[in-house]
Each structure stands twice: as structure tokens, then as C-alpha cells.
């Protein structure tokens, strides 16, 4: 079991850059597939990016790509999201998941990952 923690989310005004951080717990965090998602109020949670176990291999929502780069230390037991050119439209929850035996096909797809940070929020002013 792992346990995750989200932070660095915050007020940026649009074009400015945060980059959030996924601290896991466990000694088992290099066999985990992480993601992060985000929440908008009245709408349903919807995928951002995510990295392979490795971090050799990530994902991208087409509407962060070339905006938002994922990473993960497995060192750290960490993954971060670094957030560039940030929007309104980027205003949401974001939380970090994690699983062990997610397929490539099911990373985007909330329901597919067994644990959950809490949430942190990001507000991007115009």
C-alpha cells in the first residue's frame, strides 16, 4: 500500500508556472505508475499526464502538452508535475494516483489507479 501527498498548488496569475509535487510513502514506489489528474468544479475528473514505473515513458492530456512535464524520482519517492504557461482553463484539483498494475491502455482513466492523494488546488487568474 502506498500513501500520497500533493503539494505545491497555488494563485498564478495566467502564463506563470507552478510545479506540483506527489511524496509517496512505502519502500515499493520504483513499481508504481503514477498519474495526475485534475478536477473542475461541476465537471469530472479527466487526465493530465502520466509516467511509467522507470519514468521512461510519459503521457500527456493534448491540452497540457508541451505546457506541463511529469517526472518521477524514484529516489525521492516522488513525482512532480512542473506546470508552464499556465491558463484559466487550468484551474482545478490536481491529484496524483498511483498503481502497480495499470496497463498502458487503462492510464488515463481514473478508476484504473488503486490509491489517491488528497488534492491540491491550482488557480490560474486572467
Known amino acids: 500500500q502506498v500513501q500520497l501527498v500533493e503539494s505545491g498548488g497555488g494563485l498564478v496569475q495566467a502564463g506563470g508556472s507552478l510545479r506540483l509535487s506527489c511524496a509517496a510513502s512505502g519502500r515499493t514506489f520504483s513499481s508504481y505508475a503514477m498519474g495526475w489528474f485534475r478536477q473542475a468544479p461541476g465537471k469530472e475528473r479527466e487526465f493530465v499526464s502520466s509516467i511509467s514505473r522507470g519514468g521512461g515513458i510519459t503521457y500527456y492530456a493534448d491540452s497540457v502538452k508541451g505546457r506541463f512535464t511529469i517526472s518521477k524520482s524514484n529516489d525521492k519517492n516522488t513525482v512532480f508535475l512542473q506546470m508552464n504557461s499556465l491558463k484559466p482553463e487550468d484551474t482545478a484539483v490536481y491529484y496524483c494516483?498511483?498503481?502497480?498494475?495499470?496497463?498502458?491502455?487503462?492510464?488515463?482513466?481514473?478508476?484504473?489507479?488503486?490509491?489517491w492523494g488528497q488534492g491540491t488546488q491550482v488557480t490560474v487568474s486572467s
Open positions: 494516483a498511483a498503481d502497480q498494475t495499470i496497463p498502458r491502455s487503462s492510464i488515463t482513466t481514473p478508476g484504473e489507479y488503486d490509491y
